[in-house]
């Protein structure tokens, strides 16, 4: 491991594994002078090396520049420490609350002076007070915080068995509002291993001769195995080429080093037949090729032949191959004593290209993000060669590939523009990444996708960071999700259980802002133009409790599908349109109930009107008002959570789940029967049969008229709940 960031002042044959710092899948070979011109990025001079990465192979020495906090990476870590910015999530219910508050600070005050000044009795503003006080409460949804800690709880349960930890449970939320994920290239859309893609003759044909050969030359060196080595030898197995070591042994070998950047073994078959088997890199494998395998034909390597080979490799390399020749030579003497000078006039019979290939999974994992509204976009430190052939393998559009140095160049109103229409940016520094975030966070929900040291700024930064169990511990800590399973297919299951947790809470703020707007509303009415309180303060807040403690069941409700199409945010706005279109519907079934209460059942079952009345009698027909008006809020505000829980018909097109089945029936049987036989103080209220049966039909009505407001509002608003 390097301790600290250097200025090499000596170097052999250094190659160093910078991966964590800057995303490349390759080593990088160091050296001790830097060429003209200088690159853009300190990350890529030839002559500096970093603290946080590690030596693969070769020897250095070096002048210590900076240590500690000062390094690339101490500087990556500083910025992990300050306070992070608010989320989508933090945004939108600190938003949604003082909405709320408003609210509560406009009605509160009106129902306190509309009943000081339109009611009788010394102890009416006492009265007024308490009144306003509780409609203060019934605004208020109290069950918010454990509504919402309940669904995002169960939320992290249900992911935890999807392979998904949440560390940070606002992050479900952001999950499921994220509009674009941004993501490293390496292990999310790769294997994040080397693998042996192509193994073809000279004219780039598939040969599997050439294979045969590659695979001698590394199953019997005994040097250190590279990753293309073991490519090799695992792409043998696969073509069940192995068994073929049996037919030969090795006589001696050359091992590979950085001068030659080749490597030979000798092998001798069964009939006593030797041959040189030499791989390595195309230009050092044409100093020692004097001929080619051509059209079938061993022939010379002429400048014209010399010219197809390169551009046949260079047509690899600009697709993000990495490309080795392989050769071979039948050895004359029978003892190999020419091995040591052995490595020339041979026989170039092909190439090995290899490449960290795509997952299987992930052209489908990103054609079904789509499906669900989630644009991704490649953020990474590799070359853009690979870069654009693993997007073109996955099928994700590179035409436009944005670069670190172009990025360095634009301000902020450029980058961000351009971030809109790219989908792939490539040759990023960790502040590259961060800053890309930070111009698309302005118009979306972001979630970022890394495992790397160079990932850590850009996840902290996102709404949602977003790491697996396999990543550097810094960027584990500065994630707020940790997948188990390094797949976008697993990350696509976080965002709709993240958007079934976002439908569930908005249910329960919706509904219950809703209703409970209507019902302030009809008490503003009703404190108006009634001589008396439409509802003790008691009534009200046993009836808000009733159904808050109903609504604990919405964290298990069932979601439909197509609302998880689509990313989902927290709106304020969009709720106070909700309240606005649906409070007033549920008004004109409460002030249809203040009339057939007041003027038809009442003095039906009391033998007289109000004013005709003595004390008591008013007493009791205000208490008979007051418990068919609680029976008939709770049974509406019940009936009217399973009619604004879908954009659908309810029960028939769309059914809650079994609890919110049970806890709504059990709430209209609760409060159904304090008011029937047990009373507010002033006794069991024995409401006539046609009562209910003016409740059956204001349900019926009140559920078709809900149900056809859906429809225009879901045209306006473009949702429901």
Same mark, same amino acid.
Request: aromatic fraction near 8%; charge should be negative; proline fraction near 4%.
């Given at each position: 491991?390097?301790?600290?960031?250097?200025?090499?002042?000596?170097?052999?044959?250094?190659?160093?594994?910078?991966?964590?710092?800057?995303?490349?899948?390759?080593?990088?070979?160091?050296?001790?002078?830097?060429?003209?011109?200088?690159?853009?990025?300190?990350?890529?001079?030839?002559?500096?090396?970093?603290?946080?990465?590690?030596?693969?192979?070769?020897?250095?020495?070096?002048?210590?520049?900076?240590?500690?906090?000062?390094?690339?990476?101490?500087?990556?870590?500083?910025?992990?420490?300050?306070?992070?910015?608010?989320?989508?999530?933090?945004?939108?219910?600190?938003?949604?609350?003082?909405?709320?508050?408003?609210?509560?600070?406009?009605?509160?005050?009106?129902?306190?002076?509309?009943?000081?000044?339109?009611?009788?009795?010394?102890?009416?503003?006492?009265?007024?007070?308490?009144?306003?006080?509780?409609?203060?409460?019934?605004?208020?949804?109290?069950?918010?915080?454990?509504?919402?800690?309940?669904?995002?709880?169960?939320?992290?349960?249900? !992911?935890?068995?999807?392979?998904?930890?949440?560390?940070?449970?606002?992050?479900?939320?952001?999950?499921?509002?994220?509009?674009?994920?941004?993501?490293?290239?390496?292990?999310?859309?790769?294997?994040?291993?080397?693998?042996?893609?192509?193994?073809?003759?000279?004219?780039?044909?598939?040969?599997?001769?050439?294979?045969?050969?590659?695979?001698?030359?590394?199953?019997?060196?005994?040097?250190?195995?590279?990753?293309?080595?073991?490519?090799?030898?695992?792409?043998?197995?696969?073509?069940?080429?192995?068994?073929?070591?049996?037919?030969?042994?090795?006589?001696?070998?050359?091992?590979?080093?950085?001068?030659?950047?080749?490597?030979?073994?000798?092998?001798? /078959?069964?009939?006593?037949?030797?041959?040189?088997?030499?791989?390595?890199?195309?230009?050092?494998?044409?100093?020692?090729?004097?001929?080619?395998?051509?059209?079938?034909?061993?022939?010379?390597?002429?400048?014209?032949?010399?010219?197809?080979?390169?551009?046949?490799?260079?047509?690899?390399?600009?697709?993000?191959?990495?490309?080795?020749?392989?050769?071979?030579?039948?050895?004359?003497?029978?003892?190999?004593?020419?091995?040591?000078?052995?490595?020339?006039?041979?026989?170039?019979?092909?190439?090995?290209?290899?490449?960290?290939?795509?997952?299987?999974?992930?052209?489908?994992?990103?054609?079904?993000?789509?499906?669900?509204?989630?644009?991704?976009?490649?953020?990474?430190?590799?070359?853009?060669?690979?870069?654009?052939?693993?997007?073109?393998?996955?099928?994700?559009?590179?035409?436009?590939?944005?670069?670190?140095?172009?990025?360095?160049?634009?301000?902020?109103?450029?980058?961000?523009?351009?971030?809109?229409?790219?989908?792939?940016?490539?040759?990023?520094?960790?502040?590259?990444?961060?800053?890309?975030?930070?111009?698309?966070?302005?118009?979306?929900?972001?979630?970022?996708?890394?495992?790397?040291?160079?990932?850590?700024?850009?996840?902290?930064?996102? /709404?949602?960071?977003?790491?697996?169990?396999?990543?550097? /511990?810094?960027?584990?800590?500065?994630?707020?999700?940790?997948?188990?399973?390094?797949?976008?297919?697993?990350?696509?299951?976080?965002?709709?259980?993240?958007?079934?947790?976002?439908?569930?809470?908005?249910?329960?703020?919706?509904?219950?802002?809703?209703?409970?707007?209507?019902?302030?509303?009809?008490?503003?009415?009703?404190?108006?133009?009634?001589?008396?309180?439409? !509802?003790?303060?008691?009534?009200?807040?046993?009836?808000?409790?009733?159904?808050?403690?109903?609504?604990?069941?919405?964290?298990?409700?069932?979601?439909?599908?197509?609302?998880?199409?689509?990313?989902?945010?927290?709106?304020?706005?969009?709720?106070?349109?909700?309240?606005?279109?649906?409070?007033?519907?549920?008004?004109?079934?409460?002030?249809?109930?203040?009339?057939?209460?007041?003027?038809?059942?009442?003095?039906?079952?009391?033998?007289?009107?109000?004013?005709?009345?003595?004390?008591?009698?008013?007493?009791?027909?205000?208490?008979?008002?007051?418990?068919?008006?609680?029976?008939?809020?709770?049974?509406?505000?019940?009936?009217?959570?399973?009619?604004?829980?879908?954009?659908?018909?309810?029960?028939?097109?769309?059914?809650?789940?079994?609890?919110?089945?049970? !806890?709504?029936?059990?709430?209209?049987?609760?409060?159904?029967?304090?008011?029937?036989?047990?009373?507010?103080?002033?006794?069991?209220?024995?409401?006539?049969?046609?009562?209910?049966?003016?409740?059956?039909?204001?349900?019926?009505?009140?559920?078709?008229?809900?149900?056809?407001?859906?429809?225009?509002?879901?045209?306006?608003?473009?949702?429901?709940?």
């Amino acid at each position: 491991m390097i301790p600290a960031d250097m200025k090499l002042i000596s170097a052999k044959d250094l190659f160093i594994n910078q991966s964590a710092l800057t995303g490349e899948s390759e080593p990088v070979e160091k050296y001790s002078d830097q060429k003209k011109p200088l690159p853009e990025s300190p990350l890529e001079c030839r002559d500096l090396v970093f603290m946080g990465s590690n030596v693969i192979s070769g020897s250095a020495e070096g002048i210590v520049i900076v240590t500690g906090r000062e390094t690339v990476f101490g500087a990556i870590a500083e910025r992990l420490t300050g306070k992070r910015e608010a989320t989508s999530f933090d945004i939108g219910i600190n938003r949604v609350s003082w909405m709320l508050i408003r609210f509560i600070l406009v009605m509160a005050p009106a129902v306190f002076l509309v009943n000081g000044l339109f009611k009788s009795g010394s102890d009416r503003w006492l009265n007024a007070l308490l009144f306003a006080l509780s409609v203060a409460v019934g605004l208020t949804p109290e069950m918010l915080p454990m509504i919402v800690s309940a669904n995002l709880a169960k939320g992290a349960v249900i !992911m935890s068995r999807k392979k998904v930890i949440i560390k940070n449970l606002g992050a479900i939320q952001n999950l499921g509002a994220m509009d674009i994920l941004c993501t490293d290239k390496t292990g999310t859309l790769t294997e994040d291993r080397i693998a042996l893609e192509y193994h073809c003759n000279i004219h780039g044909e598939e040969d599997s001769r050439v294979l045969r050969h590659a695979f001698l030359n590394s199953y019997f060196q005994t040097g250190l195995s590279n990753l293309m080595d073991l490519a090799i030898i695992r792409h043998a197995d696969e073509e069940e080429i192995k068994p073929l070591c049996r037919d030969y042994q090795k006589v001696d070998e050359i091992p590979f080093d950085f001068n030659r950047r080749r490597m030979s073994v000798v092998v001798e /078959d069964a009939n006593g037949k030797r041959q040189l088997i030499t791989k390595g890199a195309i230009e050092e494998m044409l100093d020692v090729c004097s001929y080619a395998e051509y059209e079938g034909n061993v022939e010379p390597v002429t400048d014209a032949l010399k010219r197809l080979i390169l551009e046949k490799a260079n047509d690899f390399n600009n697709k993000g191959f990495r490309v080795l020749g392989i050769a071979h030579k039948t050895l004359s003497s029978p003892d190999g004593s020419e091995l040591p000078i052995g490595e020339n006039d041979m026989v170039l019979i092909g190439y090995l290209a290899f490449l960290d290939p795509p997952k299987a999974s992930a052209a489908e994992a990103i054609e079904k993000l789509y499906e669900y509204g989630v644009s991704v976009k490649i953020l990474t430190g590799d070359n853009e060669a690979v870069t654009r052939h693993i997007c073109g393998e996955v099928g994700l559009e590179s035409s436009t590939i944005l670069l670190g140095p172009e990025l360095k160049r634009m301000s902020d109103e450029e980058l961000e523009k351009a971030a809109e229409g790219a989908n792939v940016f490539a040759k990023l520094s960790p502040d590259q990444k961060d800053r890309v975030v930070a111009v698309l966070r302005k118009h979306h929900t972001v979630g970022f996708m890394g495992d790397g040291i160079n990932d850590a700024t850009a996840m902290k930064s996102a /709404d949602v960071g977003v790491s697996v169990d396999t990543a550097v /511990d810094i960027a584990k800590e500065s994630a707020d999700i940790i997948l188990t399973e390094k797949d976008l297919n697993v990350l696509e299951q976080g965002i709709i259980e993240g958007r079934r947790t976002y439908a569930n809470t908005m249910k329960y703020i919706k509904i219950t802002a809703s209703s409970n707007f209507g019902n302030m509303f009809s008490i503003l009415a009703a404190s108006i133009f009634l001589p008396f309180l439409p !509802m003790l303060p008691v009534q009200l807040l046993i009836l808000n409790l009733i159904y808050d403690i109903s609504c604990l069941a919405l964290p298990f409700d069932n979601v439909d599908e197509d609302y998880l199409k689509m990313p989902r945010k927290w709106n304020a706005g969009s709720i106070s349109s909700f309240m606005m279109w649906f409070g007033p519907v549920s008004s004109i079934f409460d002030i249809t109930t203040y009339i057939v209460m007041f003027f038809v059942i009442c003095p039906a079952m009391l033998g007289g009107s109000y004013s005709g009345q003595t004390s008591d009698g008013k007493l009791a027909f205000a208490a008979l008002f007051q418990a068919g008006w609680f029976v008939e809020s709770q049974w509406t505000q019940t009936f009217v959570i399973h009619s604004l829980r879908t954009r659908r018909i309810p029960f028939v097109q769309s059914r809650a789940s079994l609890p919110v089945f049970l !806890m709504s029936g059990a709430g209209i049987l609760v409060s159904t029967s304090l008011a029937l036989f047990v009373g507010f103080g002033r006794g069991p209220q024995q409401l006539p049969p046609q009562y209910f049966g003016y409740l059956a039909v204001a349900l019926l009505a009140y559920s078709l008229l809900v149900s056809l407001m859906k429809k225009p509002f879901v045209r306006k608003f473009k949702e429901l709940i």
